[in-house]
């Protein structure tokens, strides 16, 4: 089996670092994710995270676009909620129209962020998500009638249109919805449990076909990391959890090394809670990730797999992003 591979990047941010350096380093990935033949590179959006330097994915979308010539860049996503629909209809439409053919408009209903930073943004909150969406198709397909209060209002650039739209989701509730609508899907499973082939199966069975899409089209996005041996994988792959471990008692903090993983004082319920986290990520030598990864994709019935891979050290997460794609080229 052999299937297209892409890229999310949260631009990490490691210890003894800034923001700024990683920022700085994310037009690397772009050109090799370019390079190596992914087809599309994605940017999440969350706020207020110490570790992660996405907060704004259009300008990390500018930025990649502008370094690279072929490979597909986007959202993973836009948290609509986050946002008012006609300037997400304006800025999408802008970057389809500087990259054509390029862009991709992926969206979610999630805030991207913990609850103070939710009401910072003003969030409506994802019980709303339906208005928004409703909101953001009307203005960019027909307008709204004149006795409308938006009636006369012009997105510009007038002469575009919204570049492909993904639905993104991590527990199945949005699948048949986005199938519906004509739209991509995207499945989390590189942070999600649950079962990503009941959502993948629900978005088939509700799919009708759109402008973009005539027939489905799934991504299923997973946790990996390669490296030339497994210990040195399995090695790398502390960061990450460790990373986890903050992040799910609440205090985010910056990609710790390797060292201050494997010296990390865990207790019995911190190996519990890690333990399950693993069992998402996909680690190890090359030919065992594209192995796993063709696995899971078969067994989700993907037809395209997304990988996102923190790693403390920036020249192991390229080599891992490298050595994933040269063992699916082999």
Excluded at 39 to 50: P, Q
Aim: glycine content about 8%.
């Amino acid at each position: 089996m052999s299937i297209p591979l892409s890229i999310q990047d949260l631009v990490p941010v490691s210890e003894g670092t800034t923001a700024p350096q990683a920022l700085s380093r994310v037009a690397d990935l772009a050109r090799l994710g370019d390079e190596m033949g992914y087809v599309r590179l994605w940017y999440a959006e969350h706020h207020s995270m110490a570790n992660i330097a996405s907060a704004s994915p259009e300008v990390l979308i500018a930025n990649a676009a502008s370094a690279t010539a072929r490979i597909r860049v986007g959202a993973g996503g836009v948290m609509l909620p986050n946002h008012v629909p006609l300037r997400v209809a304006e800025t999408y439409r802008t970057l389809a129209a500087l990259y054509p053919e390029r862009i991709d408009l992926g969206i979610g209903r999630a805030g991207g962020a913990d609850q103070k930073a939710i009401r910072a943004l003003r969030s409506a909150g994802g019980e709303d998500f339906s208005k928004l969406m409703s909101e953001l198709m009307q203005f960019d397909r027909s307008g709204y009638p004149p006795e409308h209060p938006f009636g006369g209002v012009q997105v510009v650039p007038g002469e575009m249109r919204l570049p492909p739209i993904w639905i993104l989701g991590s527990s199945g509730a949005s699948a048949q919805s986005a199938g519906a609508a004509g739209f991509g899907y995207a499945f989390a499973s590189h942070f999600s449990p649950a079962p990503a082939d009941v959502a993948l199966n629900a978005y088939r069975d509700g799919f009708r076909p759109g402008p973009d899409f005539p027939e489905p089209h799934a991504i299923l996005c997973v946790a990996a990391i390669a490296a030339e041996t497994e210990e040195e994988a399995e090695y790398l792959y502390g960061s990450t959890a460790l990373t986890w471990l903050y992040l799910m008692s609440g205090s985010p903090q910056k990609i710790p090394s390797p060292e201050t993983a494997a010296a990390y004082p865990y207790t019995a319920m911190d190996e519990r809670v890690l333990e399950e986290r693993r069992r998402l990520a996909i680690v190890g030598t090359p030919d065992f990730v594209r192995a796993e990864i063709e696995r899971r994709a078969e067994a989700a019935g993907a037809d395209e797999v997304m990988i996102a891979s923190i790693a403390y050290d920036h020249a192991a997460r390229l080599k891992s992003y490298r050595l994933i794609a040269e063992a699916f080229a082999a």
